[in-house]
């Protein structure tokens, strides 16, 4: 395994820990719209973060176009980088995909400055996702499930793939873990179908239920 560099955001671009929900809500509006599919899970997944005090969120799927489609793809490693900085905590990004990983790197030095670089708040990693969870080792506050795109005409291959995911982090949860996976409101149940049959049966609840899907476990 060859573990890319890690970027870490200044906070000249995001606001201190003070005023950080304002200023996280702030930068969400900033690059997704109000009227977005994914804006009212991520604005809900970021005051979870808050409320629980997470301090390690991993993501698997990195932002594979940068900042260029945040509409279309999310912009997650952004949005959860910069809560990340403003609450003192750390995102791990891992992706299979070598030239996505270059483009959440370049999205991450643009969006925010370098003065910082290399103190890891942002650790953005080209590997196997599953693998990577099985050998992870910290404890969980957030995971984002979002690595193996669904093809709506066999849909079974990504949520497999989530599901091994799901399985493979389990085990380092921390008590107070939230789940979130994108691409839920789809036919057959998008790429989380496997994931939430998975953790409802271990006493986790729904959330939040719309594009995408967060977990609680109470």
Known sequence: ???????????????FPAYGQECCQEFLESRIAK???RYS??????????????????ETGTARYGS?????????????GNWAIAHGAKVFSVDIDRSAVGAAEIAVLIAFSK????????????????????DFDRKIDFLYLDSYDVDLNNP?????????????????FSQNCIVMIDDCDLPFGGKGKLVIEYLLERGWTIAASEYQTILVKN
């Open 35 to 37: 009227s977005d599919k």
């Open 1 to 15: 395994m060859r573990e890319l560099f890690c970027i870490f955001l200044s906070v000249s671009s995001v606001c």
């Open 41 to 58: 899970t991520f604005k809900y997944a970021l005051s979870l973060l808050e409320e629980r005090n997470a301090k390690v969120l991993v």
């Open 115 to 134: 003065e910082e670089y290399l103190k890891g708040t942002i650790k953005i990693v080209c590997q196997d996702s599953v693998s990577f969870l099985n």
């Open 68 to 80: 260029k489609n945040c509409s279309g793809d999310g912009c997650s490693t952004l949005i959860f």
């Open 156 to 172: 079974y291959p990504s949520q497999e793939h989530h599901l091994k995911e799901i399985i493979a982090a389990y085990p380092h």
